[in-house]
């Protein structure tokens, strides 16, 4: 089954620190950007970060910038989203998706839900 | 970081049509930002319906389609059904990051 599969979502206190993966199933990120979007309960869309294909080129809101690491390990066909010093307004669904070398965004994940809560 | 803003909301009758539009606060959208629309309905995933100004995604039925139109992005939805009631959101490509508007609602009714 083609599909993107996000994890490591849960609850964590403020200040906290989570570690989200998103891993491609029936399909390769191999030569194609990545990214992460999230939404929080009842609001917009939210761009997060991206990443290159090949790790060289990433890029940050400036929401999460200095707090965020997007990284990739291209052997195990997987992005990961590290998220530090977790503040409230963090809690959101976080969704990757991956981007064709045509523009074209062709495939997001299901989401893992990401509680920032004391 | 920029701003871009879409109408909050629309509603469009039974086969009637519709133009959503996205505008940039930075000025005039061009293709040069490559604006995408997505659509989510209530309770589902985001999926891409437009990319790159006015190329459709594999799954997007015909009856939507992507411009340019007075320094905006436009989503025009020609004969709308009520299954196309959902929130769309434009992106739009800046320097180093991405921007979403704030999404519009449209409803068919």
Known sequence: ?118 | QAVVTQEPSLTVSPGGTVTLTCGSSTGAVTSGLYPYWFQQKAGQVPRTLIYETSNRHSWAPARFSGSLLGGKAALTLSGAQPEDEADYYCMVTYPHARVFGGGTKVTVL
């Open chain 1, 1 to 118: 089954q083609v599909q993107l599969v996000e994890s490591g979502g849960g609850v964590v206190q403020p200040g906290g620190s989570l570690r989200l993966s998103c891993a491609a199933s029936g399909l390769s990120f191999s030569g194609l950007s990545v990214h992460w979007v999230r939404q929080a309960p009842g609001k917009g869309l939210e761009w997060v970060a991206v990443i290159s294909h090949d790790g060289s080129h990433i890029f940050y809101a400036d929401s999460v910038r200095g707090r965020f690491t997007i990284s990739r390990d291209n052997s195990k066909n997987t992005i990961f989203l590290q998220l530090n010093s977790l503040r409230s307004e963090d809690t959101a669904m976080y969704y990757c998706a991956r981007e064709t070398t045509h523009w074209n965004w062709d495939h997001w994940g299901l989401g893992t839900l990401v509680t920032v809560s004391s």
